[in-house]
């Protein structure tokens, strides 16, 4: 969610690794926005993990689609 005045900064980890670059909320107060993270291999009992810094910051969901 990108909120009026919260900036703050979002990455995408399996097992504690980065996957894809980290992404950015401006603070602009755009509303809800989406961001893809491509070509993520995880596997049964990977750990899934989704951090975020900054401004307290909402996320409404993770998708995964299985190719």
Known sequence: ???K?????????????PRGE???VSGEGRGW???IVRDVTVRMGDELR??????????????????
């Open 1 to 3: 969610m990108d909120e």
């Open 5 to 17: 005045d919260s900036r703050g900064r979002f990455t995408f980890l399996v097992n504690g690794a």
């Open 22 to 24: 980290p992404w950015t």
């Open 33 to 35: 926005t989406s961001h």
């Open 50 to 67: 989704h951090d975020a810094t900054g401004a307290p910051l909402r996320i409404d969901y993770i998708q995964l689609n299985v190719h």
